[in-house]
């Protein structure tokens, strides 16, 4: 009944109706009565598939005209999926579908275009050539060899970068650590010279750019014209005759040794100010050494509460700290003098046992002495005293005792011990 239903599109509203029941009809737990459903499972009518049928070829009719296709089962749904493998092709029943199905599949090929097989059989034109490729390409290099001569690549491209650097680069020589951008400003220009000072700085300006902060200047010179111009200034040079570089150091030690001013545009020394302009250059120079002290001073300032603000907790952290590792560190010295103090007192109660057990020995083997001496006393005495009493019985038998009766020359029985 559901699966008629479902050929007929009403799947949905019996799945509708079923739920509709099971939500207005109250449960036998609470008295109720099961709802009838049109089905007694729970799949969902969407899912369900209508089983493709087999043609039944064993109750077809008997005598009837052999044909390649077979009418269909009535009922048979036919889908445009093809569906699985019925399990009767298993048991080899559906010969004849085969059959259909192979002719069909050799009247398509019949309908596929003759093949062409033309050929035409060329020869390479430098075989040497092709032979060296072949090697080539059958040659491999090493790992090894490829790093040597990445290694060997970057190694020149190196040097090539090096040789366009300047000499103090190169050289690793000393750096300033921070541009004075103030030394590098462009004066004005009373004549040509003011002029090639200007560009000097300039070009100056990029170079320590370049080897102190890295910034790479737009104007990137080849070797070759970096050449040029090393040959041009050496030439300029020798027109201006010997140069003494020991008088030129001097003049510039001397005229940088000593306290330098901001006069006039540029920096000079004091000796360089005339006289009348000395004391006003001095006094502006003081003044902006104070606001420069303020300003510092400020700095300082505000850094130093901030660091306060920052290190407050720490600071007191460490007050802490202190104070716990003074404790454990006198702790630790009154533990140590402690433990010296008991060594001494260990040392000397070993030498005073020591020195004791020696002393009860002595005493020990005196008394040892001693006790001989008494126990040989007293055995004398003892021994004394069994000869007395021996001597007083003797004289007590001859006197007072009845003569001795012998018997065969023996005495009597009685006065036998």
Same mark, same amino acid.
């Given at each position: 009944?559901?699966a +008629?239903?479902?050929?007929?599109?009403t799947a949905?509203s019996?799945?509708?109706?079923?739920?509709l029941a /099971? =939500?207005?009809?109250?449960?036998p737990?609470k %008295? %109720?009565?099961?709802?009838?459903?049109?089905? =007694?499972?729970?799949?969902?009518?969407?899912?369900?598939? !209508?089983?493709?049928?087999?043609?039944n070829?064993?109750?077809?009719?008997?005598?009837?005209? &052999?044909?390649?296709?077979?009418?269909q089962t &009535?009922g048979?749904?036919?889908?445009?999926?093809?569906g699985?493998?019925?399990?009767?092709?298993q048991l080899?029943?559906?010969?004849?579908?085969?059959r259909? @199905?192979?002719e069909?599949?050799?009247?398509?090929? +019949?309908?596929?275009?003759a093949?062409k097989?033309?050929?035409?059989v060329?020869?390479?034109?430098?075989?040497?050539?092709s032979?060296?490729?072949d090697?080539?390409?059958?040659?491999?290099?090493?790992?090894?060899?490829l790093?040597?001569?990445r290694? !060997?690549?970057?190694?020149?491209?190196?040097?090539?970068?090096?040789a366009?650097?300047?000499?103090?680069?190169?050289?690793?020589?000393?750096k &300033?650590?921070?541009?004075n951008? @103030?030394?590098?400003k462009?004066y &004005?220009? +009373?004549n040509?010279y003011?002029?090639?000072d200007?560009?000097?700085r300039?070009?100056m300006?990029? *170079?320590?750019?370049y080897?102190?902060?890295?910034t790479?200047p737009n104007?990137?010179?080849?070797?070759?014209?970096?050449?040029?111009?090393s040959?041009?200034i050496d030439?300029e040079?020798?027109k201006?005759g010997?140069?003494d570089?020991?008088?030129y150091?001097?003049?510039?030690i001397?005229?940088?040794s000593?306290r330098?001013?901001? #006069?006039?545009g540029?920096?000079?020394?004091v000796d360089?100010i005339?006289?009348?302009e000395?004391?006003?250059? *001095?006094? !502006?120079?003081f003044?902006?050494l104070?606001? /420069?002290?303020?300003q510092?001073k400020?700095?300082?300032e505000?850094?130093q509460?901030?660091?306060?603000?920052?290190?407050q %907790? #720490?600071?007191?952290?460490q007050?802490?700290?202190?104070?716990? *590792?003074q404790?454990s560190?006198?702790d630790?010295h009154?533990?140590?003098?402690?433990?010296?103090?008991?060594k001494?007192?260990?040392?000397y109660e070993?030498?005073?046992a020591n020195l004791r *057990?020696?002393n009860?020995?002595?005493?020990?083997?005196a008394?040892?002495e001693?006790?001989?001496?008494?126990q040989?006393? #007293?055995?004398?005495?003892?021994?004394?005293?069994?000869?007395?009493?021996?001597?007083?019985?003797?004289?007590?038998?001859?006197?007072?005792g009845?003569?001795?009766? #012998? @018997?065969?020359?023996?005495?009597?029985?009685e006065n036998?011990?």
């Open positions: 009944m559901y +008629k239903h479902m050929r007929d599109g949905q019996i799945a509708a109706d079923d739920l /099971l =939500t207005n009809t109250e449960t737990l %008295g %109720g009565e099961n709802a009838p459903l049109h089905s =007694t499972d729970f799949t969902a009518p969407s899912s369900i598939r !209508a089983a493709i049928q087999t043609p070829t064993v109750l077809a009719a008997i005598g009837q005209t &052999p044909r390649t296709n077979y009418e &009535p048979t749904v036919v889908s445009a999926t093809p699985a493998t019925p399990f009767r092709d080899n029943i559906n010969k004849e579908a085969e259909a @199905s192979v069909e599949l050799r009247q398509q090929l +019949k309908t596929l275009p093949p097989n033309d050929f035409e060329v020869m390479p034109e430098d075989e040497v050539k032979d060296e490729e090697a080539d390409m059958e040659w491999i290099e090493d790992a090894g060899e790093d040597s001569k290694a !060997a690549l970057l190694e020149k491209k190196k040097q090539k970068e090096l366009l650097r300047s000499e103090v680069f190169r050289r690793d020589l000393p &300033p650590s921070k541009l951008d @103030s030394f590098f462009r &004005p220009v +009373k040509e003011d002029e090639a200007n560009l000097i300039a070009e300006r990029n *170079i320590l750019r080897d102190v902060n890295g790479v104007d990137n010179f080849t070797f070759e014209e970096l050449r040029d111009a040959i041009l030439s040079a020798r201006r010997e140069f570089e020991d008088e150091m001097e003049r510039a001397a005229q940088t000593g330098r001013m901001f #006069y006039d540029r920096f000079v020394t360089e005339p006289r009348k000395r004391s006003r250059a *001095i006094a !502006a120079d003044e902006k104070v606001s /420069l002290g303020k510092t400020s700095k300082t505000k850094v509460h901030k660091l306060k603000v920052i290190l %907790g #720490y600071e007191k952290i007050d802490a700290a202190i104070n716990t *590792i404790t560190q006198h630790v009154i533990g140590g003098m402690e433990v010296e103090t008991f001494a007192l260990k040392e070993v030498n005073s *057990i020696q009860l020995a002595k005493e020990v083997n008394l040892k001693d006790e001989a001496a008494l040989k006393e #007293y055995s004398d005495i003892m021994h004394q005293q069994w000869e007395i009493n021996q001597q007083m019985l003797r004289k007590q038998a001859t006197t007072e009845e003569a001795m009766k #012998y @018997s065969n020359g023996n005495p009597p029985a036998q011990h």
